[in-house]
T-cell receptor, first 110, second 112 residues
């Protein structure tokens, strides 16, 4: 089967750095994506790692290690608006479908 | 450019009824996927449509069916509704072979 594990909750203060880890067990794996979802909103794409290593997009970075079936999302210079749920999602299968983790609720405190 | 739009935004049905949810894909996107998101959980893949044909399916029973139209818009149909079908149904579109999905805001279905 397919499964992804990530922490359920993380709390940090404005301006801090936070790392959300994700481990996965997925067959037909292509890569790891990260999505952000605010309460009641649509998931929005943050990053995709198809190869091992670090991808950087502004304040957000994502890392993948295929040999360890592990990835993480790094959020720097946290802002209040970053409070949301963050999902790792494995891309797999002929349809390149996403298998999502259960999400990490990030709370940013002033 | 317009994003992904879904309708209706909220609806309430009773057990055993049927429901149809609609999705307009983002301009230029010809692949549409549907996901079910239960409260407090991550979205689960239902199926994907490309060129008006089902292109992949998750672990959902046959009473979940869909259509894609020539303009790339799509419908999700659920027959014989069960209480556990209460969820947020998300539609996402993408260009073919892309690893980035653009999601709509979803249709919130409540089954009583």
């Amino acid at each position: 089967g397919q499964s992804l594990e990530q922490p359920s909750e993380v709390t940090a203060v404005e301006g801090a750095i936070v790392q959300i880890n994700c481990t996965y067990q997925t067959s037909g794996f292509y890569g790891l994506s990260w999505y952000q979802q605010h309460d009641g909103g649509a998931p929005t794409f943050l990053s995709y790692n198809g190869l091992d290593g670090l991808e950087e997009t502004g304040r957000f970075s994502s890392f993948l290690s295929r040999s360890d079936s592990y990835g993480y999302l790094l959020l720097q210079e946290l802002q209040m608006k970053d409070s949301a749920s963050y999902f790792c999602a494995a891309v797999s299968g002929s349809a390149r479908q996403l298998t999502f983790g259960s999400g990490t609720q990030l709370t940013v405190l002033p | 450019e317009t994003g992904v739009t879904q309708s209706p935004t909220h609806l309430i049905k009773t057990r055993g009824q049927q429901v149809t949810l609609r999705c307009s894909s983002q301009s230029g996107h010809n692949t549409v996927s549907w996901y079910q998101q239960a409260l407090g959980q991550g979205p689960q893949f239902i199926f994907q449509y490309y060129r008006e044909e089902e292109n992949g399916r998750g672990n959902f029973p046959p009473r979940f069916s869909g259509l894609q139209f020539p303009n790339y818009s799509s419908e999700l149909n659920v027959n014989a509704l069960e209480l556990d079908d209460s969820a947020l149904y998300l539609c996402a579109s993408s260009p073919p072979g892309a690893n980035v999905l653009t999601f709509g805001a979803g249709s919130r279905l409540t089954v009583l």
